[in-house]
């Protein structure tokens, strides 16, 4: 059974090997609240996940170690368990899927595990890894739905008590519901009145559809790049715990997550990977009631793809208003390209890109279609643009923010 013990008794255990990871004000990312971030991202493997492996770890019986470990992960447990492993000396196997970034996998090789690559999302990977474990008799390190792997995700919410005492509210990644059960466990029995909130990827809400029919659901699939919170079915552990400690849990869609992304590279100069950002993704986007509380979004992990950042970064730029793409149909004659231009440099937004189109079929011969790629300041300098060009005459087709 999960108690409170169990959970100090973790925060003892990771003393010398988790860091206490800094909580910072967070006053440029918007909502209503008055924001604070708990920069799990910061931690060593770049991720809470050490804080549950390495103590569950910690906890097997001689004869257990003996036989090795085999775990299953979409990147960030998987490294968790290969330093705890290797640091107690241990050998560990990790299924992990194959779409998990290159950056991940790379990162658990270093740090001492087999990885075995499996087809599909976390739970083909976390199938698979279960047959390992019959036919091998190594012991299964869950990456979620395990009270001493939950009792070591539960210091994080220690930690925040200790830090911001008058906290008001919690918000909280959820895949498998691990991290915010231990989370909410500890600071609903400590401070009771503070609300804990989970978020999950709109692509991937097995936890939010299993709370709102009060029944574990399994997701036919999950689509989201916040592939470390992409799991179809939650843990019965973490569902009850969750249904019994947590106020409620929402969603957010990925372009909010990837405009989280980009404010916190931008106002925090934090970098956080897409599971890890869905917490300030609910807050900037008003996803919970935070105005007049102080709120604490926990960054859960920072590993993410440097090739997948770039994508995101490029999202989250259309999704703040920060570039954008118009479409003109002009007449072909001289003068229509410097009219469109004087008025977007009037409106103070600049072209990066200009292409003009003369083949498609749907224009008649004498027309064009002026496309033309912006880097702008919000999202109303983009309306004053399309505002001013429609006075001026212009026919703006095929808008896309």
């Known amino acids: 059974m999960l108690t409170l013990d169990k959970i100090y008794h973790a925060a003892f255990v990771l003393k010398n090997v988790a860091r206490k990871t800094d909580l910072i004000a967070a006053t440029g990312l918007g909502g209503d609240g008055e924001l604070y971030l708990k920069t799990e991202n910061l931690q060593i493997t770049g991720s809470f996940k050490l804080r549950g492996a390495y103590y569950k770890i910690s906890q097997l019986t001689e004869e257990e170690k003996a036989r090795g470990i085999i775990a299953c992960s979409a990147g960030n447990h998987a490294q968790g368990v ?18 998990a970034p290159i950056s991940k996998v790379e990162a658990t090789k270093r740090l001492g595990a087999q990885v075995c690559l499996v087809k599909g999302a976390y739970d083909d990977a976390y199938e698979h890894a279960r047959r390992l474990q019959e036919e091998s ?19 994080i ?68 790049f916040a592939d470390g919170i992409a799991v179809k079915h939650p843990g019965d552990l973490t569902f009850s715990l969750v249904e019994n400690y947590v106020d409620a849990v929402v969603t957010v869609t990925e372009d909010e997550i990837a405009a989280a992304i980009l404010a916190l590279i931008e106002k925090q ?20 009631d935070l105005r ?24 989250g730029l259309v999704m ?15 003068g229509q390209l410097q009219g469109v231009s004087e008025i977007i440099s009037r409106c103070g937004g600049n072209v990066v890109s200009v292409h003009h189109d003369r083949a498609d079929t749907s224009m008649t011969i004498t027309s064009c279609f ?7 300041r919000d999202q109303e300098q983009i309306r004053e643009i399309r505002e001013e060009l429609t006075k001026a005459g212009f026919q703006l087709v095929n808008e896309r923010a």
């Open 82 to 99: 290969a330093l705890a492993a290797t640091h107690n000396g241990i050998r560990s196997t990790i299924c992990m899927p194959d779409g």
């Open 370 to 376: 002026l496309k033309l790629g912006l880097e702008t």
């Open 320 to 334: 703040s208003g920060r570039n954008t793409n118009l479409m003109i149909a002009l007449e072909d004659k001289p």
């Open 157 to 224: 919410g220690l930690e925040i008590l200790d830090q911001l005492s008058d906290v008001d509210a919690v918000l909280v990644p959820v895949g498998g519901g691990g991290l915010v059960s231990g989370v909410a466990f500890a600071i609903k029995n400590l401070r009771p009145e503070v609300k804990v909130y989970g978020v999950q990827a709109a692509g991937a809400p097995s936890m939010f559809n299993s709370v709102a029919t009060h029944e574990q659901i399994t997701l036919d699939m999950v689509s989201t």
């Open 269 to 288: 100069k934090l970098i956080a990977e897409g599971a890890g950002a869905v917490s300030v993704a609910a807050a900037m986007f008003r996803k919970v």
């Open 292 to 315: 007049g509380k102080k709120a604490v979004c926990l960054v859960s992990g920072g590993n993410i793809d440097v090739n997948i950042l770039n994508r995101v970064i490029t999202r």
């Open 137 to 155: 008799g190594a012991t299964f390190i869950h990456p979620f739905d395990d009270e001493q792997v939950i009792a070591g995700q539960g210091t």
